[in-house]
């Protein structure tokens, strides 16, 4: 049964700093892996999707790696900001069986001005 | 603006009663689901569908169900048989599951229904 889990569960971080935020997940039989923000009682926003057959995606300040063999993917934010403030989720899809995705919990991200 | 709306944004719910949740996109996407979220938890998947007239159970279908009558609407009705059902309901589309489900493409969610039960 396919796990997914983010650590740290939350951060707090000054303006201005590299961060890299964790996903690690127990099957490596992904299909692609996405990273979503979701700020408190909104809905989610997709930020990068990786195929199964890439390393990496970037978008602005954002970069996500995907490594399946090792079961992990990060995502780094370069000179991070308070507008990063949210909550950031990994999920996975599943390449067996019928469609789905598996969430984790997220991390909790703030950062100070 | 194209996107997926849900409504109310906050329902309140007696013990015994059933509730319908609204979903509605104009995305024209063929794949739309819902999910719950509670505290400390990622989301949990309800039910998905693929096509019009069309759905399937998620991980934790029991006590709720849906229908897909029109490609751009979703509802989701919270029967009385759901135990424990305050939480933050989810909807989400993408363009479709692919061949053989393995396809997946970017899911856009709506921006989320909160239930409480009093």
């Known amino acids: 049964k396919q796990e997914v889990t983010q650590i740290p569960a939350a951060l707090s971080v000054p303006e201005g700093e590299n961060l890299v935020l964790n996903c690690s997940f127990t099957?490596?039989?992904?299909?692609?892996l996405q990273w979503f923000r979701q700020d408190p009682g909104k809905g989610l926003t997709s930020l990068l999707l990786?195929?199964?057959?890439?390393r990496e995606q970037t978008s602005g300040r954002l970069n996500a790696s995907l490594d399946k063999s090792s079961g992990r993917s990060t995502l780094y934010i370069a000179a991070s900001q308070p507008g990063d403030s949210a909550t950031y989720l990994c999920?996975?899809?599943?390449?067996?069986?019928?469609?789905?995705?598996?969430f984790g919990t997220g991390t909790r991200l703030k950062v100070l001005a | 603006d194209g996107g997926i709306t849900q409504s109310p944004k906050y329902l309140f719910r007696k013990e015994g009663q059933n509730v319908t949740l609204s979903c509605e996109q104009n995305?024209?996407?063929?794949?739309m689901y819902w999910y719950r979220q509670d505290p400390g938890q990622g989301l949990r998947l309800i039910y998905y569908?693929?096509?019009?007239?069309?759905?399937q159970k998620g991980d934790i279908a029991e006590g709720y169900s849906v229908s897909r009558e029109k490609k751009e609407s979703f509802p989701l009705t919270v029967t009385s048989a759901q135990k424990n059902p305050t939480a933050f309901y989810l909807c989400?589309?993408?363009?479709?599951?692919?061949?053989?489900?393995?396809?997946?493409?970017?899911?856009?969610f709506g921006p989320g229904t909160r239930l409480t039960v009093l």
């Open positions: 099957d490596s039989a992904i299909y692609n």
């Open positions: 989400a589309s993408s363009i479709d599951l692919g061949v053989g489900g393995l396809r997946t493409d970017t899911q856009y």
């Open positions: 569908s693929q096509i019009v007239n069309d759905f």
């Open positions: 995305l024209n996407h063929d794949a």
């Open positions: 990786i195929q199964s057959s890439q």
């Open positions: 999920a996975v899809s599943r390449t067996s069986g019928t469609y789905k995705y598996i």
